[in-house]
Structure formats: C-alpha cells, structure tokens
C-alpha cells in the first residue's frame, strides 16, 4: 500500500484543516490507518486511528475533541478534520497503515507502510 499525505499548510489559533491520506494498492478491510505527528525535536506522536472496515477509532488525549478521522470508501482516502488548532499541534503530519490490535494503534511499530507527511503550521 502506498500513502499520500495532503492538506496541510498555515492557519491561525483556533482554525482549521483538513488532512488527506490517499491510498493506493491494495487495501484490506482489516488494515488501520494512522496519523502521528512529529515537531522538530520532538518524537513521533500518535494523533488518531481507523479501522479501513469502520466501527473501531481511537484519539491522541492531546487532540480528543478537537480532531476527527473519517473514510472515504470510493475515494480510498483517509481524512483527518482539525479544528480549534493550537500553536502546539504545529508539526509534520504523518499517515500510515498497518495491522494490530485496537491496543496497539498508538506505536509506531504496529504501523509498516508510511506517506511523505505534510506540514502544518497554527501561528499564534
């Protein structure tokens, strides 16, 4: 599976973006796709998970409430809605899929297949 990653760029505190993650290749309904994310100087932190065949999500505490993951079948993509963004969620965003349990959505090693990433930036 190969991943690209979209939507990123410069927005003010309290703002909004929408990230894409296209897939392409083949995909199987018990994948996961994840996004993390990763400031400079800082490590790669989980953000949220989906479950490609629906019914099982899961949320960074950083980022509860204020993110949501969604899928989009036909498209084969994977978004990630911010709103109310801090100067703090400013990063290189990251998605990536894998296979696991619910319990391990959050390591960086459930995941084998990585996109480019894309950068966002919340000005204060």
């Known amino acids: 599976v190969q991943l690209q990653a979209s939507g990123g760029g410069l927005v003010q505190t309290g703002g909004s973006l929408r990230l894409s993650c296209a897939a392409s290749?083949?995909?199987?309904?018990?994948?996961?796709i994840g996004w993390f994310r990763q400031a400079p100087g800082k490590e790669r932190e989980f953000v949220s998970a989906i479950r490609w065949s629906g019914g099982s999500i899961a949320y960074g505490d950083s980022v509860k409430g204020r993110f949501t993951i969604s899928r989009d079948y036909a498209k084969n993509t994977v978004y990630l809605q911010m709103n109310s963004l801090k100067p703090e969620d400013t990063a290189v965003y990251y998605c990536?899929?894998?296979?696991?349990?619910?319990?391990?959505?959050?390591?960086?090693?459930?995941?084998?297949?990585w996109g480019q990433g894309t950068q966002v930036t919340v000005s204060s």
């Open positions: 990536a899929t894998g296979r696991g349990p619910f319990s391990t959505w959050s390591w960086l090693r459930s995941y084998t297949s």
């Open positions: 290749g083949r995909t199987f309904s018990d994948y996961v």
